[in-house]
Nanobody
C-alpha cells in the first residue's frame, strides 16, 4: 500500500514562508508523479501543484503560481512544497499523493489514499 507522510506545517504570519515535505518509506518517490492538495475547513480537496515522473515538469494552480515551488530530492526520497508570500487564503491541511499530472488541463488525479496531512495556519 502506498503511504506518504506530510510534515512541515505550522503557524506563520502573512507574507511568511514554510516548506512542506512529503516522504515515502515503502517505495521510491521518483517512480511517481506527486501532487499536493489542500483542504480548508468545510471544503473539499483543492489541487495545488504537481510534479511529473518523467521530465520533472511542474504544474501550479493559479492561486499559488509564483509563490509556491514544488521540487524533488531523490536522495532523501522526498518531495517539497516551498510556500512563500503566504496569504490569509492559504491556511488548510496540506496533503501529498501519488498522482497523474495532466499537462493539457493542469488537473491532478490522485492515485493513492489521503494521509494525515500537515496543517498550515496563516495569522498575524
Amino acid at each position: 500500500q502506498v503511504q506518504l507522510a506530510e510534515s512541515g506545517g505550522g503557524l506563520v504570519q502573512p507574507g511568511g514562508s514554510l516548506r512542506l515535505s512529503c516522504a515515502a518509506s515503502t517505495f521510491t518517490l521518483d517512480d511517481y508523479s506527486i501532487a499536493w492538495y489542500r483542504q480548508a475547513p468545510g471544503k473539499g480537496h483543492e489541487e495545488v501543484s504537481c510534479i511529473s515522473i518523467s521530465e520533472g515538469r511542474t504544474y501550479y494552480k493559479d492561486s499559488v503560481k509564483g509563490r509556491f515551488t514544488i521540487s524533488r530530492e531523490n536522495a532523501k526520497n522526498t518531495v517539497y512544497l516551498q510556500m512563500n508570500s503566504l496569504k490569509p487564503e492559504d491556511p488548510a491541511v496540506y496533503y501529498c499523493t501519488t498522482a497523474e499530472c495532466s499537462p493539457y488541463t493542469n488537473t491532478y488525479y490522485p492515485t493513492s489514499d489521503w494521509g494525515q496531512g500537515t496543517r498550515v495556519t496563516v495569522s498575524s
